[in-house]
């Protein structure tokens, strides 16, 4: 099925080590973000990728990197992770940045917790 | 700037009973509205969307909504609730050449039987 595609769905973390979420899209969207989703906050922008080769910052990007692999992947890395990462994370896509009309389309999410 | 406030975190309603979750923005400019829905363990499904022209938004399951621009709402409803609407709503801006969406607080629909 055509969507977004995220991995891990579940991940556990000491506090120090590293992870990549990965995410990938089959929609041809040009764009595509993170967010992360914590109780009573909705979601925060932590980066995004308007078009391949290209990232910016978002809300909440401290202590995460990014890479835009290609048009379809687009992958968050938590250098040291921390308590305060543990947090739902959803990967979204959408058409253009210019034509933010059109909605996102999210992926299923990946839950992390860092311990 | 922009921002999207969710009036009441958790609305309860019995099984065939009018569903309103409301919705209300700032914004220097007209908006683009939107609302999504997300299930348990699920990511976020787009429900409708206001960008231009009618300001009555019909969406997927039977709800819809209203973008009033002299109230700055855009408040969602469905007539009649059923128990697989049960989830969480959240409420959504954007402007012309934004570069993300602004998501409110979320909103979570209970009904009873």
Not at chain 1, 94 to 114: D, K
Not at chain 2, 32 to 44: A, E, H, I, K
Not at chain 2, 64 to 74: D, G, I, L, Y
Request: proline share 4%.
């Amino acid at each position: 099925n055509a969507g977004v595609t995220q991995t891990p769905k579940f991940q556990v973390l000491k506090t120090g080590q590293s992870m990549t979420l990965q995410c990938a899209q089959d929609m041809n969207h040009n764009s595509m973000y993170w967010y992360r989703q914590d109780p009573g906050m909705g979601l925060r922008l932590i980066y995004y990728s308007a078009s391949e080769g290209t990232t910016d910052k978002g809300e909440v990007p401290n202590g995460y990197n990014v890479s835009r692999l290609n048009k379809r992947e687009f992958s968050l890395r938590l250098e040291s992770a921390a308590p305060s990462q543990t947090s739902v994370y959803f990967c979204a896509s959408s058409e253009a940045v210019l034509r933010a009309n059109y909605g996102y389309t999210f992926g299923s999410g990946t839950r992390l917790t860092v311990v | 700037a922009q921002s999207v406030t969710q009036l009441g975190s958790h609305v309860s309603v019995s099984e065939g009973a009018l569903v309103l979750l409301r919705c209300n923005y700032s914004s220097s400019v007209p908006p683009y509205l939107f609302w999504y829905v997300q299930y348990p363990n699920q990511g976020l499904q787009l429900l409708l969307k206001y960008t231009t022209g009618a300001t009555l938004v019909k969406g997927i399951n039977g709800f819809e909504a209203e973008f009033k621009k002299s109230e700055t709402s855009f408040h969602l409803t469905k007539p009649s609730a059923h128990m697989s609407d049960a989830a969480e709503y959240f409420c959504a801006v954007s402007l012309t050449g934004a570069n993300n969406l602004f998501f409110g607080t979320g909103t979570r629909l209970t009904v009873i039987p």
